[in-house]
């Protein structure tokens, strides 16, 4: 940005912000309305948890996710822009706990100071239509739907392996653990065994997959590949294993039944049951003591290639179906419990695992597939190629993978030993916490009448206050101290019972919220159902890449129940996604310990609002990270001051009308391609280009008040008036101003969209870039029009040209009329 001009002391930042805020605040130019008849969007971005004061990523997301609904304003459309609060959940909890004070009274007082500084940063947001999560209106209709899930078989409990936290004493569902460690926290998670509530999301992993396919066009690739590699769909086959001394087969899933005859071994996970249900008496104590170990370490470790192999034998036999030989059963950590039947067969020839455990444990190794390589069985080297079947019986010589998977399927299908099945990665998802700060999960237990929910004429059941009390984690639920809140009557038998004292994971409260925007005032069900049709989904979803597996899975999730039991009537909620990158400084992650955080309110003090966001929209792409370091909010300032500057300089009237032969040609015709490159630019996400094409049209401005038609030429205020509406959608609190000083009534956010008049977009010249070897050799101004030969002809022609070639042979000219030539020596 330039900073050739001094700062004017007439333009007071802050004084303009004060200023515009109380008028916002009377006219509510972004209170969306339900009747309208005008074309609906609806702008979404993830809400934010309340705990603490705004930081630069809100800074950023919300400045790029206003460019688009002020964009959509602008162009005539009804645009609901809501804004809530995540505000449930272990952000607030633990922030609470860190400070001392009741989570409700630390979240509240939270959501109350980033409330003003959302204004001050004078995003527009429907603030009619805000929202918390932790309001009883609101996590009513959460137990609500979680008891609709309930009786359609899709909330259950069952006991098993659970990741746990032992910073935050709490369970995590496995989307929750990043590279082994609490996503919350950072603390390294390890296993329990407990009994906990679960959504049967594994139900629609199939719907969840197909239904990304028309997604591909709106959302950005790695997201579409991060849910389709969560989800992890695979064909394969189930086969069952007799094993010594148990009635029933153990089944277990391979992606390769084609390699069975190399099945030299089982493997079962060690913390599943079935490892106790099958293990000989003898061997007992070694598992339980193995156990013990393999609880310490998380899934990430446990499957890490370069993990030592370690294992129990467990002292049994099962019979391979294909071959009838009598292989031996071992448990180890790198089998896990919740994939698959938590048991494999192993073919350690193929699987460089499989083969590190036999080599440790000196188990045989068969070769059945022949790559070419040097052979696994001499080598300890896993191949894992397509080849020519070797020690496969019938397989024998056959090179047709595809072929020999399904040769043997159908023999363990005839034999009834095995079938051809689906497999997903996907598991269900853990919903339950052991934590206060969340909504209560609406089941009873009683000991004559099992698991019961709570009515629903009861609903909500409320959290108990309990002020004062220790709500530290413990890995018990607090609320199972509070007495007389857990004992209740049964609601079938009214006999004794007990509340269930777990609570819900946020993920459940946000994997709805985005529908209860629509009606938040609705109290005949989580939301107006005629209203969601009419606004839903959401036409553009902004947020952090980090979501790309969690919420927004849980989020698709929760639509297409609703859409099978009728509320809804699309599957998926939002049609488009755009992710931004991290705000960072000198090249790292902000961090108190790193000594690099940047206080937003700190720039937002000494720059002021319109600046900060200038210089986040104008950094770069909105997926790219923005090291703050390298920015310069005072060379943005600069520029917002020389663009308000126009706007004191215009001297012809307002409410004139153009004709395309009144004022400065040149200039309208700048103003007119201006408008029309920047409706692109905002539709394609290019917000940075927008931004660089209002900075030429306020030069050309310029340019034309003090050197060439002056401030009376019409075309100076049309211009002018176009930098104010543009600014609008980035700088809100300057083009305010500008708006005003131009004559016209607040808001400019309610301007509308200048019709370009297609005579100005006509050039009568382009500038035709020449390379030679990649390099500009030279410009040529050509008609629009110009033939790619005679455009080619001229540049070769060009004395430039002519000596970068250098009497070099021309091997290739590239030409793409009117604007490129690329030759190639």
């Known amino acids: 940005m330039s900073e050739q001009d001094e700062t004017p002391t ?66 005539g459309y009804e645009v609901m822009n809501p804004m809530g609060w995540d505000s449930f959940g272990l952000p607030a909890e633990n922030a609470a706990i860190r400070n001392d004070e009741h989570p409700a009274t630390y979240t509240y007082a939270n959501i109350e100071t980033q409330y003003e500084s959302f204004k001050r940063y004078a995003v527009g947001f429907d603030w009619s239509r805000r929202l918390h999560t932790s309001d009883p209106e609101y996590y009513r209709w959460t137990q609500w739907l979680f008891l609709k899930f309930r009786e359609r078989g899709l909330a259950y409990r069952k006991n098993s392996p659970v990741n746990w936290c032992p910073n935050d004493q709490t369970v995590l569902a496995n989307e929750q653990v990043v590279d082994g460690r609490c996503e919350r926290c950072g603390a390294e998670v390890t296993k329990r065994e407990l009994t906990q509530w679960y959504f049967k999301i594994t139900d629609y992993a199939q719907r969840l997959l197909d239904d990304m396919e ?34 029933e087969p153990v089944t277990v899933y391979t992606t390769r039944p084609d390699t069975l005859f190399g099945a030299t071994f089982m493997v079962v996970a060690a913390d ?90 000196d188990l045989p190794v068969r070769r059945v597939v022949d790559t070419g390589e040097p052979n696994p069985e001499e080598t300890y080297e896993a191949t894992t190629g397509d080849g020519t079947y070797v020690n496969s019986g019938p397989l024998d010589g056959l090179t047709d993978k595809a072929a020999g998977i399904r040769t043997i ?5 005839a034999e009834g030993t095995g079938r051809g099945t689906v497999n997903f990665r996907l598991r269900d998802w853990l919903l339950s916490r052991q934590r206060y700060w969340g909504v209560p999960i609406p089941v009873v237990h009683c000991e004559k009448c099992g698991e019961v929910g709570v009515p629903y004429d009861q609903l909500p059941l409320e959290l108990p206050d309990l002020r004062g009390a220790d709500l530290k984690p413990r890995g018990v639920s607090p609320l199972a101290a509070a007495t007389d809140w857990v004992e209740v009557a049964c609601p079938d038998c009214g006999g004794p019972a007990r509340r269930d004292t777990d609570t819900m994971d946020t993920f459940v409260d946000s994997s709805w919220y985005f529908l209860r925007y629509c009606s938040p005032h609705y109290t005949d069900g989580p939301f107006d159902e005629e209203l969601v049709r009419r606004w839903m989904p959401a036409d553009i979803y902004i947020g952090g890449v980090e979501h790309a597996v969690l919420h927004l899975l849980y989020a698709r999730f929760f639509t297409k129940v609703l859409h099978d039991m009728g509320m809804v009537d699309f599957v998926e909620p939002f049609a488009a996604q755009l992710n931004q990158g991290f705000v960072i400084n000198r090249g790292k992650k902000m961090s108190k310990s790193l000594g690099n955080g940047v206080s937003l309110g700190e720039q937002l003090a000494e720059f002021g609002v319109d600046a ?10 909105p997926e790219d990270d923005i090291d703050w370091s390298e920015m310069s909010p005072g060379g943005s300032l600069r520029f917002l001051q020389r663009a308000w500057r126009l706007s004191g300089d215009v001297r012809s ?128 101004e050509v008609s629009p029009a110009i033939a790619e030969a005679e455009l080619e002809a001229l540049a070769l022609a060009h004395p430039d040209v002519v000596r970068a070639v250098d009497g070099r042979e021309v091997r290739k000219v590239v030409v793409r009329a009117p604007k490129l030539v690329n030759v190639v020596v």
Request: hydrophobic fraction near 45%; glycine fraction near 6%.
């Open 10 to 75: 007439t333009y007071d930042v802050q004084a303009v912000q004060e200023k515009w805020l109380p008028v916002w605040d009377e006219l509510e130019p972004f209170r969306a309305d339900d009747g309208s008849e005008r074309e609906k969007k609806y702008a979404l971005t993830m809400f934010p948890y309340p705990s603490g004061d705004l930081h630069m990523g809100h800074a950023e997301v919300t400045a790029l996710h206003d460019v688009i609904a002020r964009y959509w304003r602008l162009r």
């Open 214 to 247: 028309p997604l591909e066009r709106s959302w950005p690739d790695r997201v579409i590949t991060a849910q389709r590699n969560w989800i992890g769909r695979s064909e394969g086959a189930h086969v069952e294993f007799v094993v010594e001394g148990r009635a």
């Open 272 to 361: 599943a049951a079935l490892a106790s249900e099958i293990v000989a008496d003898d061997r007992r104590a070694d598992l339980e003591a193995y156990r013990d170990e393999v609880r310490k370490a998380s899934d990430i470790d446990r499957l890490a290639t370069d993990r030592p192999k370690t294992g129990v034998d467990l002292g049994v036999t099962a019979t391979n179906p294909v071959t009838g030989e009598r292989v031996p059963v071992w448990a180890s950590d790198y089998v896990l419990a919740d994939y698959g039947t938590g048991a494999i067969m192993a073919v350690p020839a193929h699987d460089q695992r499989d083969l590190d455990f036999a080599r440790v444990f």
């Open 409 to 413: 399927i159908q023999r363990l299908e």
């Open 612 to 621: 900060v966001r200038l210089t986040l929209v104008f950094a770069g792409p």
């Open 653 to 780: 009237p307002a409410g004139r009308p153009f004709a395309v032969e009144g004022g400065d040609q040149a200039l309208r015709k700048v103003t007119a391609r201006t408008l029309h490159d920047a409706a692109e630019l905002v539709e394609a996400y290019r917000f940075n280009v927008m931004v660089a094409r209002v900075m030429e049209l306020v030069n050309a401005t310029r340019k034309a008040i003090d050197s060439g038609p002056g401030p009376d030429d019409p075309a100076v205020r049309e211009a002018t008036e176009v930098v104010a509406m543009l600014l609008s959608m980035v700088a809100p609190y300057t083009a305010e101003e500008m708006w005003e000083r131009l004559g016209h009534q607040p808001s400019v956010a309610n301007a509308g969209w200048p019709q370009v008049d297609p005579a100005l977009l006509v050039e009568d010249s382009v500038t035709a870039v020449v390379q030679v070897q990649g390099k500009v050799r030279a410009r040529l």
